[in-house]
């Protein structure tokens, strides 16, 4: 069973950081891409960033490129999101999410196994 859980949420003041975690288990983690998304109240679920866990791919979308860095530890089966230079408009549920794939993971569209989300609250 694809299992999927999240941590390291917290309410933080703008500018500071936070490092969340995504641990994985129930599949072989490098067949796997792993994807970051968020959901703010009152919008749709947007997809963040990603990574190839086999090859080390990743992409971000625009609004985080230069500020969120995403990692994986394949010997740990864990992808992480640094989040440096926090603004207000990054608070949301944070949700890592899993599609099976081995090099593109920036079709957000396509991810099927989902954790439960982490609540990230970003004051000003």
């Known amino acids: 069973e694809v299992q999927l859980v999240e941590s390291g949420g917290a309410l933080v003041q703008a500018g500071g950081s936070l490092r969340l975690s995504c641990a994985a288990s129930?599949?072989?983690?490098?067949?796997?891409?792993i994807g970051w998304f968020r959901q703010a109240p009152g919008k749709e679920r947007e997809g963040v960033s990603c990574?190839?866990?086999?090859?080390?791919?990743?992409h971000y979308v625009d609004s985080v490129k230069g500020r969120f860095t995403i990692s994986s530890d394949n010997a740990k089966n864990t992808v992480y999101l640094q989040m440096n230079s926090l603004k207000p408009e990054d608070t949301a549920v944070y949700y890592c999410?899993?599609?099976?794939?081995?090099?593109?993971?920036?079709?957000?569209?396509?991810?099927?196994?989902w954790g439960h989300g982490t609540q990230v609250t970003v004051s000003s």
């Open positions: 999410a899993a599609q099976r794939s081995t090099f593109y993971c920036s079709n957000y569209g396509a991810y099927g196994y």
């Open positions: 129930g599949f072989t983690f490098d067949d796997y891409v």
């Open positions: 990574i190839s866990t086999r090859i080390g791919l990743t």
